[in-house]
Each structure stands twice: as structure tokens, then as C-alpha cells.
Antibody, heavy 121, light 107 residues
Framework: EVQLLESGGGSVQPGGSLRLSCTTSGFTFNIYAMSWVRQAPGRGLEWVSG????????YYTDSVKGRFIVSRDNSRNTLFLQMNTLRAEDRAIYYC??????????????WGQGTLVTVSS | DIQMTQSPSSLSASVGDRVTITCRAS??????LNWYQQKPGKAPKLLIYAASSLQSGVPSRFSGSGSGTDFTLTISSLQPEDFATYYCQQSYSTPPTFGGGATVGIK
């Protein structure tokens, strides 16, 4: 059974940092691209960042470029999102999502339950 | 970025109804279109990928069609567990973008 479990969310002041983790099981982690997708309270889905399994190339939505860093540790089957210089508009539930293929880009075929990030003074 | 526009944004329907949701892309995305279902407080779930392929385990009452810029998600006979919000998403180019969602409520 494919499982993705996010952790690391919480409350932080504007300008602060958080590191999200997504621990996975039930599939061969190192052969699938992975992404982070967020959802602000009461709003729709927004893709944030992703990483290819083939070459480790990373991708970001414009609003987080230069502030967020996505990475993966294939030995630990874990995806990370380092979030720096957080802003109020980054407040959202952050979902880890497995992508259907190794290469970039594809649909998101499995999702974690999400972790809430709150940015407030 | 490719803009995805869904319509309607909400609808009311009864159990057994046939429900259709449309999604339009701002440029051709061939068949790189996916549909997700999200229930309150839950993560999204993939229903349809590549415009018309049914994800494993998804009931056959769900179907997708379209290519280019216009796509449709159809629920042939609405069931109580289908009341949810549905999102389309393009996987043609980066950034992958989602439609605004269509909420199916109980009439």
C-alpha cells in the first residue's frame, strides 16, 4: 500500500523558516518524481515545487523561487521542502504528492494527508 | 502559465443524476489533463489521467473525455459518496496548474 506521511508543519512568524518532510512507503521511491502541492484555507490547489527522479532537477512556482528548496533522500525514501522567508500568503495545508512517472511532468497519483503551515505574527 | 477554467464552479444534483463538469485550458494541452476528487478535510484523489484513463480502483461511473483545450468529467449516476469538489489539472507544461474546482452538492 502506497503511503505518504508529511510532518514538520506548524506556526511561524513572518520571515521564519520551516522544513517539511514526507516519509513514504509502499513503492520504489527513487524511480518516481515527487511534488509539493498546497491549499490555502477554503481555496483551491496550487502546485508549489517538484523534483525529478531521473536527474534530480528541481522545479518551483514563481512565488516561492529563491525562498523554498525541494530535495529528496532516496536512501530514506523521504521528500523535503525547506521553506525560508515565510510570508503570510504561504499559509496553507502542504501536501506531498507522488507523480506517476520518473521524469518531469505527470499527474499526481498518490497524496499524503497534508501538514498545516501557519505564518502569523 | 496555462490557465485552467472549470465550469460550473458549483452545482446541486440528486443521487442517480448524470453530472458533467467542464474544464478549459488557455492553450492546447493535447490530452495532458487529469481529474481529482477532494472531500472536506481530505487529500485529493486521482480519478482520471491523460484525459480519459481511469485510475485503478476508481468506479467506472466516472469518465473523462476531450483533447486540445476542452475537457469533460462525467459521473454517469451520482452516488452519495460522490458529493465532493472536483479539480482538473494540466500536466503539459511547468508549472502544472489546477482549475478552480467544481463543488457537487446535494439538491
Amino acid at each position: 500500500e502506497v503511503q505518504l506521511l508529511e510532518s514538520g508543519g506548524g506556526s511561524v512568524q513572518p520571515g521564519g523558516s520551516l522544513r517539511l518532510s514526507c516519509t513514504t512507503s509502499g513503492f520504489t521511491f527513487n524511480i518516481y518524481a515527487m511534488s509539493w502541492v498546497r491549499q490555502a484555507p477554503g481555496r483551491g490547489l496550487e502546485w508549489v515545487s517538484g523534483i525529478s527522479a531521473i536527474d534530480g532537477r528541481t522545479y518551483y512556482t514563481d512565488s516561492v523561487k529563491g525562498r523554498f528548496i525541494v530535495s529528496r533522500d532516496n536512501s530514506r525514501n523521504t521528500l523535503f521542502l525547506q521553506m525560508n522567508t515565510l510570508r503570510a500568503e504561504d499559509r496553507a495545508i502542504y501536501y506531498c504528492a507522488k507523480m506517476k512517472w520518473a521524469q518531469w511532468l505527470a499527474d499526481f497519483d498518490y497524496w499524503g494527508q497534508g501538514t498545516l503551515v501557519t505564518v502569523s505574527s | 502559465d496555462i490557465q485552467m477554467t472549470q465550469s460550473p464552479s458549483s452545482l446541486s444534483a440528486s443521487v442517480g443524476d448524470r453530472v458533467t463538469i467542464t474544464c478549459r485550458a488557455s492553450q492546447s494541452i493535447r490530452t495532458y489533463l487529469n481529474w481529482y476528487q477532494q472531500k472536506p478535510g481530505k487529500a485529493p484523489k486521482l480519478l482520471i489521467y491523460a484525459a480519459s484513463s481511469l485510475q485503478s480502483g476508481v468506479p467506472s461511473r466516472f469518465s473523462g473525455s476531450g483533447s486540445g483545450t476542452d475537457f469533460t468529467l462525467t459521473i454517469s449516476s451520482l452516488q452519495p459518496e460522490d458529493f465532493a469538489t472536483y479539480y482538473c489539472q494540466q500536466s503539459y507544461s511547468t508549472p502544472p496548474t489546477f482549475g478552480g474546482g467544481a463543488t457537487v452538492g446535494i439538491k
